[in-house]
């Protein structure tokens, strides 16, 4: 029989690790106590408490800075499935049994996948759950990357080249390369392009530190040639246009080719991988049962099947 003092422990170390863990994501006592309601000297409290209680220490303090320990490491990996399990519980209760009426979803994705990527899936998820508050957080590279961290966003859609240790990867679908040109491009004329023909010819590219940039960097120095960026900007479309008023060419990934374009395409296969676009999460990330089924929608639009794995094993 559970006493009432081994409740009230229990309770306390449910707030404590509430503390615990929001700390972590957040990055400071403020901004956790800012999103707890609570105060900073409580935050404070209660993770020396925590401490107290189980003998360790759980963060180096820097100044201003706070940073895990192991011990703080091996326990966020312990804890943070299980208040996303317990903060989530009636919500994972009610569509357990069929019913997601309520609650928020946050996604995070660049431009180019808001636009090509998710519009049928959200399409979708609005029409069957309209109760529930979809955000689509415009957000690439390290911005998307540091929203995930501190679970302002429940998961990513987007193409990844690096994966960091604490964050995976679940691909949805494939796109391939491809070289854009105008209609009377010298390029249009040829019957086949290399990259040496491509070389001589001014681009125009995504900023230099999102990922096109670097994979038309290392393709055409594995081929020991050089490029020419005439003109850095941001996005597909902004791309495609420039590209139709002649004003330079560009290597894309052909999700953005609706056949509308006044342009010539040319596949770059030969060359160039193709492009992946998927599911970024946080290791120890417990879906909602919000994201569970837009996730589910998601990879039953681009015929995946079989939905996605244990938010917790996969994630």
Known sequence: MVTEKQLYYKNNNLKQ???FCQ????????????????SQPSITLQIQALERELEVTLFERRGPNLKLTPS???LYMLAGPLVDGMDGLQENFAAHHGQLE???LNIGAGESTILY????AVRRFVAAHP??????????????LKMLRADEIDFAVGSMLDMPDDLTYQQVVT??????TPLDHPLAQLPSVT????????MILPPSHLSTWRIVKYVFQQNNLTFTVTLEAGGWEVIKKYVELGMGISIVTDICLTGQEKLVRIPLNKYFPQRGYGLVLRKGKFLSPQARRFVEILTEVYGQGGGVESPVASS
């Open 195 to 202: 990259l040496e023909d491509i070389s001589h010819y001014g």
């Open 17 to 19: 690790l509430r503390a």
């Open 23 to 38: 700390v972590v994501r957040s990055g400071s006592i403020t901004r956790a106590a800012e999103r707890l309601f609570l």
């Open 117 to 120: 990527i998710l519009p049928e």
């Open 131 to 144: 109760r529930v508050k979809l955000r689509i957080n415009n957000v690439t590279g390290r911005d998307g």
């Open 175 to 180: 796109y391939d390369p491809a070289l854009i």
């Open 102 to 104: 309520s609650g928020e």
């Open 72 to 74: 703080g490491e091996s």
